[in-house]
């Protein structure tokens, strides 16, 4: 299947596919105006979008069913080496009314579950199936994935409001490589961005924010922040589908 038909997107669709609905194309310019604006913290978005390496899909709230054959091709696209950079981004048909955060954050939970409840692909055997180990990742086609909730909700946190939309960003682990948590290049990146994510949101640095394989921190918590500096409490709302069945 080609990416129209996974409903994969590029940059150029938004400009010249006249099959998109108006809500897609107003949350994407808002999402583009924001990542490229040259104080915006994250480099990677802002590169990203710039140079047309980014890669969307979207979802209506009644029918999430084209995402994950939007995923599986966005996998596919790393059989080539020069995507080993990529991102995608998802938006999510704006609520009627503007929720409140934990509206948000129950959708974001309901749409990993469904991707995970379909997906064809069994986690590695090594992959801890419990969210509460520290060691946890999502995984979708195989991979893992690290995946991040944005939302109109969050008020104080600025960095997380990309527009109307929800917006789920999809990093497989893989563009990581050479800027792991423990790595030169990784901390020293990674302490940049959160520079710059503290002057937007005029806030410290979510106390829930660390690097995969911090045995001290939970990697979902990071999925879906507070707009708050208070940690996260209670269970992770993802069930694994073996965990499900004992």
């Known amino acids: 299947m080609d990416e129209k038909t996974n409903t994969l997107l590029t940059k150029e669709d938004f400009a010249t596919r006249a099959d998109l609905p108006e809500w897609l194309l107003d949350s994407y310019k808002t999402f583009h105006e924001t990542v490229t604006d040259k ?20 979802v209506t709230q009644e029918d999430w069913l084209n995402l994950p054959s939007a995923l599986y091709a966005f996998l596919k696209l790393f059989d080539d080496p020069k995507h080993k950079r990529h991102g995608l981004f998802v ?97 020293m990146s990674r302490e940049k961005v959160r520079e710059r994510v503290e002057v937007w949101d005029q806030l410290p640095k979510h106390p829930d924010i660390s690097h995969y394989g911090d045995p001290t921190h939970n990697e979902w918590k990071q999925f879906f922040i507070g707009d708050d500096v208070e940690p996260i409490v209670g269970k992770c709302p993802f069930s694994h589908k073996e965990m499900k069945s004992e």
């Open 39 to 58: 104080t915006f913290p994250c480099y990677f978005g802002m590169g990203g979008e710039l140079k047309g390496e980014l890669r969307y899909a979207y």
């Open 91 to 187: 938006f999510v048909e704006p609520f009627e009314r503007e929720g409140d955060l934990e509206a948000y954050r129950k959708q974001f939970w309901d749409i990993l579950q469904y991707l995970h409840d379909v997906d064809e692909v069994e986690w590695p055997t090594d992959s801890p199936r419990d969210p509460d180990h520290y060691l946890w990742d999502f995984h979708f086609g195989g991979e893992p994935i690290f995946v991040f909730g944005n939302a109109p909700a969050y008020k104080q946190r600025k960095t997380r409001d990309l527009g109307q939309s929800m917006v789920l960003g999809f990093q497989p682990r893989r563009i990581f490589e050479g800027l792991k948590g423990t790595e030169k290049g990784g901390i």
